[in-house]
């Protein structure tokens, strides 16, 4: 049984004020001397940048943010994935995903935060957007409380308040409706975060600018929050039946299931696995339980900095316990590939912004290209496949694949359903996965010669490129439903 008190902060509906409120509260809570678990609800890579910010301060360091998406991991990995990055902390935070009961297309609750909060058996704060009301938000907070029994509103923050005379009016209503008002956050300029074409612009493209603003989100929560009553109310959250998941466990429980590193299911993604390893890098397998033969570790490059900050903090763990050294490298900075690098992965980002700077630094272009030559596994996932390609918008990129990529003016956006189509370096033919696209980028051709991926579901359609030791797609996947993968991929420098 694992038993950390938690919160998840959700809302009506998006731009209702959830990332403010519950980075906010993550900061708060840090200085107020707590180690604070930071996790968002869904596939998204930039508010967990904003988490990491706020916890920074807890005591015996920072967490990275945590995502927890039980529609492409499965519901039955979301308890043990929450349970490992929690392990040890006074408190966890978890800010939902759209509107609370708002999930994948077409499939219901899945992947909703309500689903998200039953499966955590943890009490919801929801944030309202009080702006344009008085007494009608009783109204709309008694239809969320009521909706669904199984999910606990245990009070409401409301954002973007007039006076204090609009404050006692929604009070008012709310005390009439029997719902705790736990905060009262006045409209300010300052909470707002400035966005771009696929969101809030990350935190690690402003981290100055964005220090600056966690800081102030914890002043305002502490200001207009009832900062112990919310603490009480997440230790009033259950003890949750879960074995947290392990990193080494999923890559052993892999051996044997495919050439070499096996496959998942979609049953792969219902499963939780042995007990939590920390989220070391160089020595997350522990003595005698790296999967791999003993002998030098490879080093697994893995993109970083300002234009890839695209990345499940699960990946390097599951590379690491999979025999790997991983090690970070900044494709706007650094001119050459980490000494040793035996392997590749470049995930998503914003080379769309960076495209100039990534195309000054033709030293690490032509290295990256002399890898692939070489037949070296590359895993390259959204930003990742633009910088592999010939050129973007006419800035010249790495060149491993013939293919052009261009900005565009349409965002696509969602959950995704595919097949392996061929062996890669990352999966054996007939691999099913769930991921996620998420970009306004586009690929000419979207596909090679031999796909990565066969789409079956929202529409049918092969995307993305195996070619060699390279495999490089749109599709955003989470190893913890898939770790065959990370081993696949540590494997596969044995043989390059």
């Known amino acids: 049984m694992i038993d950390i008190p938690r919160l998840v902060v959700a809302a009506p509906a998006s731009g209702s004020g959830k990332t403010t409120v519950a980075t906010g509260l993550m900061a708060a809570f840090a200085a107020a001397g707590l180690t604070v678990s930071p996790h968002k609800a869904g596939p998204d890579y930039i508010d967990p940048g904003y988490h990491a910010l706020a916890v920074a301060g807890s005591?015996?360091?920072?967490?990275?943010?945590?995502?927890?998406d039980a529609h492409m991991c499965g519901p039955g990995l979301v308890a043990p994935l929450?349970?490992?990055?929690?392990?040890?902390a006074d408190v966890a935070v978890v800010e939902g995903v759209m509107g609370?009961?708002?999930?994948?297309?077409?499939?219901?609750?899945s992947g909703s935060t309500a689903e998200l909060a039953k499966l955590l058996r943890a009490p919801v704060v929801l944030?309202?957007?009080?702006?344009?009301?008085?007494?009608?938000?009783a109204a709309l907070v008694h239809g969320f409380a009521s909706w669904d029994p199984e999910v606990r509103i245990g009070g409401v923050v409301l954002n973007k308040v007039a006076s204090d005379r609009h404050e006692s009016l929604l009070r008012e209503a709310l005390d009439e409706a029997g719902v705790p008002v736990l905060g009262a956050l006045r409209r300010a300029a300052e909470l707002a975060a400035p966005s771009r074409?696929?969101?809030?612009v990350p935190a690690a493209e402003r981290r100055p600018a964005a220090v600056a603003a966690v800081r102030a989100l914890a002043e305002r929560v502490r200001e207009s929050c009832d900062v112990p009553e919310l603490l009480r109310l997440a230790r009033t959250a259950p003890p949750l039946a879960a074995v947290p998941w392990s990193a080494v466990d999923a890559v052993a429980a892999t051996a044997g299931a495919g050439l070499p590193g096996g496959h998942g299911t979609g049953d792969d993604r219902e499963t939780g696995t042995g007990p939590g390893a920390g989220p070391r890098f160089r020595d997350a397998a522990g003595p005698g339980k790296t999967p791999r033969a003993a002998g030098p570790r490879p080093v697994v490059a893995m993109a970083s900095g300002a234009a890839f900050t695209?990345?499940?903090?699960?990946?390097?763990?599951?590379?690491?316990?999979?025999?790997?050294d991983v090690v970070p490298f900044d494709p706007l900075r650094d001119e050459e590939l980490p000494p040793r690098t035996r392997a590749l992965v470049v995930g998503g980002g914003f080379p769309e912004v960076y495209g100039a700077e990534l195309a000054a630094n033709e030293p690490l272009r032509r290295d990256v290209a002399r890898l692939a030559a070489a037949g070296a596994p590359v895993a390259a996932e959204c930003a990742g496949l633009v910088y592999?390609?010939?050129?973007?918008?006419g800035a010249p990129m790495c060149g491993v694949l013939d293919a052009r990529a261009r900005m565009t003016d349409r965002l696509t956006l969602g959950y995704r359903d595919a097949v392996a189509v061929a062996d890669s370096a990352l999966a054996a033919a007939g691999t099913r996965v769930r991921g996620h696209e998420f970009h306004?980028?586009?690929?000419?051709p979207p596909a090679g010669e031999t796909p990565a991926w066969g789409m079956t579901q929202p529409v049918r359609r092969v995307e993305g490129f195996v070619r060699g030791g390279v495999h490089a797609s749109y599709l955003h996947v989470h190893w913890a439903a898939a770790p065959a993968m990370a081993r696949r991929l540590v494997e596969g420098c044995e043989t390059a």
């Open 82 to 88: 929450f349970a490992h990055g929690a392990a040890g």
């Open 440 to 444: 306004r980028t586009a690929l000419d």
């Open 127 to 137: 944030v309202v957007d009080a702006s344009g009301q008085s007494r009608s938000v």
């Open 100 to 109: 609370l009961y708002d999930g994948a297309s077409g499939a219901g609750e």
């Open 197 to 200: 074409h696929l969101g809030l």
């Open 388 to 393: 592999l390609a010939r050129d973007l918008d």
């Open 59 to 68: 005591p015996g360091g920072g967490r990275p943010g945590r995502n927890l």
């Open 310 to 324: 695209f990345s499940y903090a699960e990946h390097a763990e599951l590379l690491a316990a999979a025999g790997a």
